[in-house]
């Protein structure tokens, strides 16, 4: 799901463009070999016992519902969630059916970490932690891919924003700017 240039404000370009990172759907993927393999092997064993009918088609329907929810789901989640840093703003879109999104403008950020764990450094990923001046709580980007990198260049979009100014548009005393217009 690519992010549409149509949602974005005149002269705002797209940075960054991400999805969770793979990981998010290895565990999904490995109960699907599983969930497949216990089913073919189930249904080998009830054919040898002469039971092939109901029992392999209960099955079959297990497998069918163990996959739709826990392969499934978790794969049309990872496909549908979306995050986006632009030159202006940072955009968060998830959701299959009921969609979420959040937009924050860069100026309005103030802080930008990241959180890696043992397994996060195996796959190279890890959690970007945003800190915005607004009443609802930060946002948490998990499993983004090359996390650093992101911290890195969101900072740089961060910078480019600030204007060196304090937040009502004033400069510190010494600075030259401050002296202008007098």
């Avoid at 190279?124 to 911290?151: F, K, N, W």
Wanted: hydrophobic share 45%; proline share 4%; aromatic share 8%.
């Amino acid at each position: 799901m690519a992010f549409s240039a149509k949602h974005l404000a005149r002269g705002e370009q797209i940075d960054l463009e991400l999805r969770t990172h793979i990981k998010e759907i290895f565990f999904p993927l490995l109960i699907a070999v599983v969930t497949i393999v216990i089913a073919l092997a189930g249904s080998i064993w009830f054919s040898d016992k002469g039971w092939s009918g109901w029992a392999t088609l209960a099955l079959w329907v297990v497998a069918l519902i163990v996959l739709c929810a826990f392969v499934l789901l978790p794969i049309l989640r990872w496909l549908t969630t979306i995050y986006v840093i632009t030159n202006r703003r940072l955009i968060t879109r998830r959701g299959i059916v009921n969609k979420s999104g959040r937009d924050i403008p860069l100026y309005r950020i103030n802080d930008v970490s990241y959180e890696k764990s043992l397994l996060d450094r195996i796959f190279g990923c890890g959690t970007l932690v945003i800190s915005d001046a607004s009443e609802q709580a930060g946002v948490r980007l998990h499993d983004v891919p090359h996390v650093e990198d992101v911290q890195v260049r969101l900072n740089e979009l961060l910078y480019h924003q600030d204007d060196g100014g304090d937040d009502d548009g004033t400069f510190p005393p010494n600075d030259p700017r401050s002296q202008r217009g007098r």
